[in-house]
C-alpha cells in the first residue's frame, strides 16, 4: 500500500499561521539601517507622556502616580520583598509599620490581614500608600535598594491593599474589652494629624472626643490642595469616615479665631485637653509679586491649588477652575511646586517651567514626584530667583519675567544672588510655591501656646505644647509629610492619654491595633475530640527542632505543633552536613523563595526523656495549645508500646506515627520500611492503639502506588486519623562537572536521595489528601505545600481538617501565623457575607472587576492617547462617583472551618465520569493583552494551532473553529485574567486525522 503523507515535508513554515512564530536562526539576522526607526517606532512602548497629542494631559485628573499597581503586579511585587529579620524598612517608617508583615499578607492576596497591619500603626496609611517619599523613608532602606531592579514599592503595595480593602465595606470598631472612657478632648482641623490622633483615642476608650473643621470636608491639605491626579478624594474621604465610625465627631464648618479659640475650648466648653492639628495657610510672598492677581496672570500655590482641587473634586463650595494657556512659569522646588507644574499641564498650559533656586540635583521635592514631573515635559530651569515682573502695557498682563542667577557660596550652603547675571523668559502666568507659614490671627486663637521664631510650636515627645493641656502635631509643628503628620497624631493621643488618666512618664506606649468584626470569627476546630484553637500547626520538621522553639511559636499564635519525630534510641541518630537544600539550581535559584526544599535530614537527635519532658512543660505553659508526640520505631511492639506510653504519661494530646519518612531511617528499618507495606502498617498501627490514651494518627508516604491502600490499612489497624503527606522522594540533581548539584557531603561530594517538600509537592498533596478522604472517611491532618490561608481553605475542601506547615517557615519565620489566621478569617467572614461570598482568592469575580485597559505601542497607542486626550477635552473635568461609605447590607454569618471540610470532594471524579460534552474555547481579551504572543507559540507547538497572532500588531485572536479548549494557553499567559474560556455552543468532534 502506497503511504500517503500527513503533511507537506517541504513547506513546513509557509503558512501564514507560522509567519510570526519563533524558530532557531542558522544564519545571521539582519534589518536596513534606513528601516530601524520605523520598525523601532512600530513597537515602541515607552512613549514619552504628553508628547502623543497637544495637550495630552489637559483636563485628565487620572492617578498619575509610580506607585500604582494592578493585583498581579502587587502580588508579584510582594513575592520579589525578602522579608528581612530586622527589616530596615519599618525602620524607615515614621509611624512604624511592621512593612514585613503586610507585604506577606499582600502575597497571599490577604488584603483584610495588610490593612489591619497597615491602619494599626497608621490610621491615615490609605493616603500615605499615594503620598509616601519612600525613596527618602521605607524604600530608602530597603535592602533590595542598591540591586538593579531596585527597591520594593512599598507605598504602591500599601496602597494598593487598602484599595482593596475599602471595597470590602468593614466596618472599624473599638474593642469590647476597652473601658469606656468620658473625657472630653477636642481637636482642630481634620487633617491626618488629628484624624490620627481622634483615632487612637477613640481605640484606647474615649466616648467624647469632638474634632472641629474650619471646611464642609475633612482630609486636610489631602482634599484642598493635593491634586487629584496624586491623591484621590475617595482614600482621603474614606479615613475621615473610618475615624468617625469609632465614635470620633466632626463638626464642620467650624473656625479657630472666628468660633472658638483654644482658651474658650478649655476654660468655657470643659474640655479637657486639646489637639492642634492645623496647618500653615498663609502663604509666603515675595515683593516682586506686590498688586499682582490672577487676573494679571499670577497665582500663589494656595490659592490655584485651592481653586483647582475644589473644581476637580467637586467639592463645596464649587469653585471654577482655573484657565491657564500657553507659558507657565513654577517658583520653587518642593513638592508643591511640582503639584502646581503638573496641575498647570492640565488646566491648558502648553509649556511649564520650574524656576530653582539652587541646582536640579538639590531639589526639596521627593524622588518620585520630581521623576512624575519631568516625565511629563517640565522643564526646569536651576538657580534661579524672581527679580521683576514684566508687564504688557496693551493687556495689563504679565508677558514676561525677568529671574536673577544665583550661585553657590563657597562653602557649599546657600545660593546667593549675583547681580550681574540675569536672564527674561517669556511667561503667561506664574506661580509663586515658595512655601507657608502660619497665619498671623492663629496667635491670638491659640492662646496660650506660643509660636516660636520659625513660627511654629514647640512640642515635646508625645506634642505637649508649652500649656501642659495642649497638644500638636503636623504642619504647625513642622511635619512635612502626611506620614509624619499622623505619628505626631499617634505620638499626641498617647501623650493625652497620660495626662488624663494621671499615668506615671514611663509607661510604655500601648496603643490598641486596628479592630473589626472579623476578628471575632471562630476558626477553632475539634478533631477526635480535641479542641484546636486554629487550624495551623508545626510539623514535625525543622521548626520543631525544640520544643524552646515550638514554645516561641505558641507565643506567636500558632494553634498545635508535631514534635520532631523522636525514637528510643537517640544514639543512632547523627546528621550529616549539609543537609537542607533548595529543590532548584542554577539562575532559578536566584529567587529567594523556595517552592521546595529537598532534605537528608533525619529524626530528632533529641532523646526520648528530652522531648518527653519538654511535652509536659509545654503543656503546663500553653494549654490550651495542641502538642502531638511524633514518635518513629522498627517493626517491634515493644518499641512503638513504650514510646506511646511515655508520651501520654507526658501529657501529648495526640500521637503521630511516623511510617513515611523516605531517607535515612527506612535504611534503620523504620520509616518507609514499614509505610510501604499494608499488613505492617495495619500491625503497628494496632500496637500503638491498643497502649494509647489518645487520638492516635498514622503518617503516609506519597512513595507508594496507591495511598488509599496504606490509609485503609492503618484504618483497619484502629487509627483515630491519617495525615497526609511526607516528603517526596527525590534527588537535586548534578553540576556541570557531574557531582551533586547545589551542595554535597563530605570530601567526597557525596549526596542521597531525599524528601521534596514545600509548595512543589503542593498537588501531590491534593491528591493524596482527596483520595483518602474519599475512599476511607477517616480525620486528616494535611500537610504539603501550604503557604497561605487560601491554600490551607483548599485543603479543608479536600477533606482536611487541621494543616501542618514547614516549608512556608522555613522560606520566611513564625510570624506568617499573623498572615495565615486574618487571612483564614477573613475568608470564613467572606463567605458567610452575601455580597463577598463569590469572592475567590481574595478578588472579586472577573467579570466584576475593573480592569483599566493596558496601554498598547507604537502608533496604536499614540491613537488610543489622542482619542483620550480629545475626550477628555470635551467634558473637561471629569469628576469620579465617591464610593458608598455605607455598610453592607445584611448580617454576615461567618462559617466556621468544620463548614468547609469536604466540600469540594463532590468535584473530584474519575476521568470517565467528566462531561466531554460541555465544551469550552479560549477568548483573549485584548485590553488585557501583554502582546507577547506566548499563547499563540506554544499552541502552535503543543498544540491545535488554533491561536492567529498578527505580526505587525501583535493581536493574539483564538479561531473558535481550531481551539478544542485545552487550556495551555492560559497556563503559560503571563497576564493575570487575560485569557478566560467561554461555553462552546454546540460540540467540536475531535480531529481524527
Given at each position: ?216 470636608y475633612g482630609g486636610g491639605l489631602g482634599s484642598f490642595e493635593i491634586p487629584e491626579f496624586r491623591l484621590p478624594q475617595q482614600s482621603v474621604l474614606w479615613e475621615v469616615e473610618e475615624c468617625k465610625k469609632i465614635g470620633v465627631d466632626i463638626q464642620y464648618e467650624k473656625e479657630l479665631g472666628k468660633d472658638f479659640t483654644v482658651k474658650s475650648l478649655l476654660e468655657e466648653d470643659g474640655f479637657e485637653a486639646v489637639f492642634l492639628g492645623v496647618g500653615k495657610m498663609a502663604p509666603r510672598r515675595v515683593n516682586v509679586f506686590d498688586g499682582m492677581t490672577s487676573d494679571k496672570g499670577y497665582f500663589h500655590s494656595k490659592e ?462 491534593f491528591k493524596g489528601v482527596t483520595a483518602v478522604a474519599k475512599a476511607c472517611d477517616i480525620p486528616i491532618m494535611a500537610t504539603g505545600g501550604i503557604d497561605s490561608a487560601d491554600v490551607a481553605s483548599q485543603f479543608f475542601y479536600s477533606g482536611a481538617s487541621v494543616v501542618q506547615i514547614c516549608s512556608a517557615i522555613m522560606n520566611q519565620d513564625f510570624t506568617i501565623i499573623h498572615d495565615l489566621i486574618s487571612g483564614l478569617k477573613s475568608i470564613l467572614y467572606m463567605k458567610g457575607r452575601k455580597d463577598l461570598r463569590n469572592f475567590s482568592h481574595g478578588m472579586p469575580p472577573v467579570e466584576e472587576q475593573k480592569v483599566a ?28 462617583p465617591l464610593l458608598d461609605f455605607d455598610p453592607a447590607e445584611g448580617e454576615p454569618k461567618p462559617l466556621m472551618v468544620e463548614d468547609l471540610i469536604g466540600l469540594g470532594l463532590d468535584h473530584v471524579k474519575t476521568y470517565s465520569e467528566l462531561n466531554n460534552q460541555q465544551q469550552v474555547i479560549a477568548y483573549v481579551n485584548p485590553d488585557l493583552c501583554l502582546n507577547c504572543g506566548k499563547c499563540f507559540s506554544t499552541c502552535n507547538d503543543n498544540g491545535y494551532q488554533a491561536i492567529t497572532f498578527d505580526p505587525v500588531t501583535h493581536v493574539a485572536v483564538v479561531d473558535e473553529e481550531k481551539c478544542t479548549g485545552c487550556g ?26
Open positions: 500500500m502506497t503511504s500517503t503523507s500527513v503533511f507537506d515535508i517541504e513547506d513546513l513554515f509557509q503558512d501564514k499561521q507560522y509567519t510570526a512564530q519563533p524558530r532557531t536562526r542558522s544564519k545571521a539576522g539582519f534589518r536596513p539601517s534606513k528601516r530601524i526607526e520605523e520598525t523601532h517606532n512600530g513597537y515602541k512602548r515607552n512613549i514619552p507622556k504628553n508628547t502623543a497629542a497637544e495637550e495630552e494631559l489637559k483636563y485628565n485628573f487620572e492617578l498619575a502616580i509610580h506607585s500604582d499597581l494592578t493585583e498581579e503586579e502587587a502580588v508579584q511585587e510582594a513575592a520579589r520583598c525578602l522579608k528581612c529579620a530586622d527589616a530596615p524598612c519599618q525602620k524607615g517608617c515614621p509611624t512604624d509599620i511592621d512593612i514585613k508583615a503586610f507585604i506577606t499578607c499582600i502575597q497571599s492576596r490577604n488584603w483584610y490581614g495588610a490593612a489591619q497591619i497597615i491602619l494599626s500603626s497608621n490610621p491615615v496609611g490609605y493616603t500615605c500608600g499615594s503620598l509616601c517619599m519612600t525613596s527618602e523613608l521605607c524604600g530608602g532602606c530597603c535592602n533590595l535598594e542598591q540591586t538593579r531592579a531596585g527597591a520594593i514599592n512599598i507605598s504602591g503595595l500599601q496602597d494598593f491593599a487598602l484599595q482593596q480593602y475599602a471595597k470590602m465595606k468593614i466596618e472599624p470598631r473599638v474593642e469590647s474589652h476597652v473601658p469606656k472612657l468620658g473625657n472630653k478632648i477636642a481637636l482642630v482641623g481634620a487633617g491626618p494629624s488629628s484624624i490620627s490622633c481622634a483615632t487612637y483615642l477613640a481605640r484606647l476608650g474615649y466616648t467624647n472626643v469632638v474634632i472641629y473643621e474650619r471646611y464642609k490655584f491649588l485651592l481653586q483647582t482641587s475644589h473644581a476637580s473634586k467637586n467639592l463645596d463650595p464649587p469653585m471654577e477652575m482655573p484657565e491657564l494657556h500657553g507659558r507657565v512659569v513654577v517658583l520653587g522646588g518642593g513638592d508643591v511646586a511640582t503639584d502646581c507644574a503638573r496641575t498647570a499641564l492640565r488646566l491648558g498650559a502648553k509649556r511649564v517651567t520650574m524656576a530653582l533656586r539652587r541646582n536640579t540635583t538639590h531639589f526639596r521635592a521627593t524622588e518620585e514626584e520630581v521623576e512624575m514631573t519631568a516625565e511629563e515635559q517640565v522643564d526646569f530651569l536651576p538657580y534661579s530667583l524672581p527679580k521683576k515682573v514684566i508687564i504688557d502695557e496693551e493687556t495689563g498682563r504679565m508677558k514676561a519675567l525677568e529671574l536673577y542667577k544665583t550661585e553657590l557660596s563657597e562653602d557649599g550652603k546657600r545660593c546667593v544672588i549675583d547681580d550681574d547675571q540675569f536672564i527674561r523668559i517669556k511667561c503667561d502666568f506664574v506661580i509663586s510655591s515658595f512655601g507657608s507659614q502660619a497665619h498671623p490671627d492663629l496667635i491670638s486663637a491659640i492662646a496660650p501656646v506660643e509660636l516660636n521664631k520659625w513660627n511654629e510650636i514647640d512640642v515635646n515627645d508625645f506634642g505637649q505644647t508649652n500649656d501642659p493641656r495642649v497638644f500638636s502635631g503636623g504642619d504647625i509643628v513642622g511635619a512635612g509629610t502626611q506620614v509624619e503628620a499622623s505619628n505626631d497624631g499617634k505620638a499626641a493621643a498617647w501623650g493625652i492619654h497620660k495626662l488624663l488618666q494621671n499615668l506615671a512618664p514611663d509607661v510604655p506606649v500601648s496603643l490598641p491595633a486596628y479592630s473589626t468584626e472579623i476578628d471575632d470569627v471562630d476558626i477553632s476546630v475539634t478533631m477526635c475530640g480535641v479542641k484546636f484553637p486554629n487550624p495551623y500547626g508545626l510539623a514535625s520538621a525543622p521548626p520543631a527542632t525544640s520544643c524552646e522553639m515550638i514554645a516561641r511559636a505558641f507565643a506567636q499564635g500558632w494553634g498545635f505543633a508535631v514534635t520532631k519525630t523522636f525514637t528510643n534510641d537517640s544514639e543512632i541518630i547523627t546528621n550529616v552536613s549539609p543537609r537542607i537544600w533548595s529543590s532548584v539550581q542554577g539562575p532559578a535559584k536566584d529567587r529567594h523563595y523556595q517552592e521546595g526544599f529537598i532534605n537528608i535530614e533525619l529524626v530528632s537527635e533529641k532523646s526520648a526523656e528530652y522531648w518527653c519532658n519538654g511535652i509536659t512543660d509545654l503543656k503546663k505553659k500553653f494549654p490550651d495549645r495542641v502538642v502531638i508526640a511524633s514518635i518513629m520505631c522498627c517493626f517491634e511492639k515493644e518499641s512503638w508500646q513504650n514510646l506511646t506510653r511515655m508520651s501520654c504519661e507526658a501529657g501529648a494530646d495526640m500521637i503521630e506515627m511516623n511510617l513515611s519518612c523516605p531517607h535515612g531511617m527506612h535504611e534503620k528499618g523504620m520509616g518507609l520500611a514499614l509505610g510501604t507495606f499494608p499488613d505492617k502498617v495495619r500491625e503497628a498501627c494496632s500496637w500503638v492503639v491498643e497502649e494509647s490514651t489518645v487520638p492516635v494518627f498514622a503518617k503516609l508516604t506519597p512513595n507508594v502506588t496507591d495511598i488509599r491502600v496504606i490509609a485503609q490499612a492503618a484504618k483497619e489497624g484502629g487509627v483515630d486519623g491519617v495525615t497526609a503527606i511526607n516528603t517526596v522522594s527525590g534527588l537535586v540533581g548534578f553540576h556541570g562537572d557531574a557531582t551533586p548539584a547545589r551542595l554535597s557531603v563530605g570530601t567526597a561530594r557525596d549526596t542521597t536521595y531525599g524528601g521534596l517538600c514545600g509548595n512543589a509537592i503542593r498537588p501531590l498533596a485597559s493596558r496601554p498598547t505601542f507604537g502608533p496604536k497607542e499614540i491613537a488610543r492617547r489622542r482619542e483620550k486626550a480629545a475626550h477628555n477635552q470635551e467634558l473637561k473635568v471629569i469628576v469620579k495551555l494557553c492560559e497556563s503559560v499567559c503571563p497576564a493575570l485574567n487575560c485569557i478566560q474560556f467561554l461555553p462552546r455552543h454546540g460540540i467540536k468532534a475531535p480531529n481524527r486525522g
